[in-house]
Nanobody, 124 residues
Framework: QVQLAESGGGLVQAGDSLRLSCAAS????????MGWFRQAPGKEREFVAG????????YYADSVKGRFTTSRDNAKNTVYLQMNSLKPEDTAVYFC?????????????????WGQGTQVTVSS
């Protein structure tokens, strides 16, 4: 059993930055691929970013490329999502997820574990 807990969300203005953290506990493994997803009211859950077990390979949705950066610290069992130049359309509940190292990062159904989510609200 693995538990994931997101933190760092909040209310910010457009153009501001936030750093989300995802802390893993339980039977964790550094071989997990990690992903970030978000879901806005009335919209489907969408892929935001993914990172390989080593941290060497990263994937981003087109909507966040150049603004968001994901990283991981396996020694701390923590994954980060640095969000810069935030836009109102980034407003959503953000979830982190863990899955086997060889998953297709954008496919939510391939992840085994999910956090509870953290709210990010970006005002105009």
């Amino acid at each position: 059993q693995v538990q994931l807990a997101e933190s760092g969300g909040g209310l910010v203005q457009a153009g501001d930055s936030l750093r989300l953290s995802c802390a893993a506990s339980g039977r964790t493994s550094s071989t997990y691929a990690m992903g970030w997803f978000r879901q806005a009211p009335g919209k489907e859950r969408e892929f935001v970013a993914g990172i390989s077990w080593s941290g060497a390979v990263k994937y981003y949705a087109d909507s966040v490329k150049g603004r968001f950066t994901t990283s991981r610290d396996n020694a701390k069992n923590t994954v980060y999502l640095q969000m810069n130049s935030l836009k109102p359309e980034d407003t959503a509940v953000y979830f982190c997820a863990a899955g086997p190292h060889d998953i297709h990062y954008t496919r939510a159904y391939e992840y085994n574990y999910w956090g509870q989510g953290t709210q990010v609200t970006v005002s105009s």
